[in-house]
Structures are given as structure tokens and as C-alpha cells.
């Protein structure tokens, strides 16, 4: 069975239409940071999704740069020291 078919059984209130998608898109976009600086250069919706994949690639790249960072600082820091409590009560 086609995706066009199945698409077609869905009741209309399921639907998204256009005017939604383009919505849609624009508050994406609004949400990534290169997209903030260039808002007036309206982008398809294509790269606008192709961004938000990089964006969240680099995210989480940097999360664990973050992470491992956080690890090398416990190793090196005593778990009864001021620092430490700080850091506990960051993570909590």
C-alpha cells in the first residue's frame, strides 16, 4: 500500500495543513542560533531541518566534551571539599 493511501485514510482534524507546517518551520527556525542572526533569509523548510540536525549534532558533541570535562574534574577533586559540594548541588 502506498504512503499516499494510508495518508488519505487519516481523519481531516489529524492533518496538518500547510499554513501550519510553514508555522512550524518559522518557529524552528527561530530556535537556531545562525538562524537568529540571518532572520529576514526566509530558508526552505528542507534546510531549515538539515540545520536543526546540526545544530543538535553539535550539542551534543559539546555535551560530552562537557561531560567528560565534569568527570576529570571529581577524579581530581576531593568529594569532601567545598567544590565538591558545589558540584553535587549543581547536579541534583
Not at 495518508?7 to 518557529?27: A, C, E, G, N
Not at 555535551?63 to 567528560?68: A, K, N, T, V, Y
Not at 565534569?70 to 565538591?84: F, G
Request: with cysteine; hydrophobic share 35%.
Amino acid at each position: 500500500m502506498s504512503s499516499r493511501r494510508s495518508r488519505s485514510r487519516r481523519p481531516s482534524s489529524s492533518r496538518i495543513t500547510d499554513d501550519q507546517i510553514i508555522d512550524l518551520v518559522s518557529k524552528l527556525q527561530a530556535l537556531l542560533p545562525e538562524a537568529r542572526r540571518r532572520s529576514t533569509d526566509r530558508g526552505s523548510a528542507a534546510k531549515v531541518l538539515q540545520d536543526t540536525c546540526n545544530y543538535i549534532r553539535s550539542l551534543h558533541q559539546e555535551m560530552d566534551g562537557l561531560s567528560e570535562r565534569l568527570a576529570e574534574l571529581l577524579a581530581t577533586t576531593d568529594t569532601t571539599s567545598d567544590q565538591a559540594a558545589i558540584i553535587r548541588s549543581l547536579l541534583m
